[in-house]
């Protein structure tokens, strides 16, 4: 097996909706704003090679939105999926599976393309099956109106017409094991409705992909929640149960959003679960 990180681009949002209650004398610290009070943000994917497969989780905003769109978003820097790609020697056309951790635009928005003569939608991994859950989808298809605005059907429906959409089962705990995609996941509704947290066996370590559970170093305290978690009390304890067994067994996690720090491990402390160490993908991914 081996595993590449996947830049597919960065942007900025309000760092007060990125922690939600926690005053901004205390998150500046670790995610300074600038000016506009926005912080700093990547859209960090992975992709797994495991024999013949190609899987890819997540896959940033995408690119067919307008101008008007990402004005909110402050685009920066030079990243994209394809180039990222290309990197490692791959095209969009070889990955076999994309696996979706949940279905906000900024983590699905390149699973759909334009077509040619831009008067429809095609999926933009036409080799691919795509991964997640029956609650998940039904959460997403039919959104309540605090999520709407992330829920964008042009994301979303064109994978379910072109046949390519496949369903997970879910476990009857918080963890299960997808035979389909040979890792374990971790089920939390606090962000959204099943979103889903992979752990990948790479070698001797385990690989966490992180998604909106836990979006940066920042957010690594109970109480520092976003303000776009739909149910912010259920996302305390989640998130306490992963990160102590994150401590207890040395996981590394891959944070997808944090511009700063791609992978970290944890400690106990007696402020609670906290930072231990810092690595670059290249460090781990060797």
Request: aromatic residues 14%.
């Amino acid at each position: 097996m081996k595993l590449y990180p996947i830049e597919t681009g960065n942007f900025k949002l309000d760092g007060g909706a990125m922690f939600g209650v926690v005053p901004k004398t205390i998150w500046n610290k670790t995610n300074p704003a600038d000016a506009n009070n926005l912080i700093d943000l990547a859209a960090r994917c992975l992709l797994i090679e495991d024999g013949n497969r190609l899987i890819l989780i997540d896959n940033g905003m995408g690119n067919k939105q307008s101008d008007k769109f990402f004005g909110y978003y402050y685009l920066w820097g030079s990243h994209s999926l394809d180039n990222s790609l290309s990197k490692y020697g791959f095209h969009r056309d070889d990955i076999t599976d994309v696996f979706l951790t949940h279905l906000h635009f900024d983590h699905c928005g390149g699973s759909v393309n334009w077509n040619k003569d831009k008067t429809g939608y095609e999926v933009a991994f036409k080799n691919a099956k795509y991964w997640t859950n029956e609650n998940h989808w039904e959460w997403a298809t039919k959104p309540n109106l605090r999520e709407k605005a992330s829920f964008l059907s042009e994301n979303i429906l064109p994978i379910q017409e072109s046949g390519q959409l496949h369903f997970l089962k879910l476990p009857e705990t918080d963890f299960g094991f997808s035979t389909e995609l040979n890792f374990d996941i971790f089920f939390a509704d606090g962000h959204t409705e099943k979103q889903m947290i992979p752990q990948i066996k790479y070698r001797d370590k385990t690989i966490c992909f992180m998604a909106d559970l836990v979006p940066t170093v920042g957010h690594l305290p109970l109480p520092y929640v976003m303000g776009y978690d739909t149910r912010p009390l259920l996302t305390m304890p989640e998130k306490s149960k992963f990160l102590n067994i994150a401590a207890e067994n040395n996981y590394y996690l891959f944070l997808e959003h944090d511009a700063h720090n791609e992978i970290i491990t944890v400690e106990k402390t007696e402020r609670g679960v906290r930072l231990k160490e810092v690595f670059s993908c290249d460090k781990i991914f060797i």
